[in-house]
């Protein structure tokens, strides 16, 4: 798997769960005795997200892609030998 999809897979995975906390947020009725329940969840995917952007924030790099570290693999596509990242 190359850089590029596993970011673009995080992404994916981080948008589910972002709308799945918006959407449990808007249809839950918190009036309820299981309203300790309904926060400790949201907590959890509150955490997930945090920690699926800190996965990706480390896999998205700075680097400028300079010629002199640039070449191609076996299958012609064009890469960063610096950051792994397909160009």
Request: aromatic content about 8%; glycine content about 2%; charged content about 35%.
């Amino acid at each position: 798997m190359t850089v590029k999809k596993a970011i673009k897979m995080l992404d994916w995975w981080i948008d589910q769960r972002k709308q799945a906390t918006e959407q449990f947020k808007n249809n839950w009725d918190y009036k309820t005795e299981v309203e300790d329940v309904a926060k400790t969840m949201l907590k959890s995917d509150e955490t997930v997200i945090y920690n699926l952007e800190t996965i990706r924030a480390e896999l998205v790099s700075n680097c400028k892609h300079p010629k002199k570290s640039q070449d191609i693999d076996p299958d012609g596509n064009r890469y960063c030998t610096n950051c792994n990242l397909d160009l």
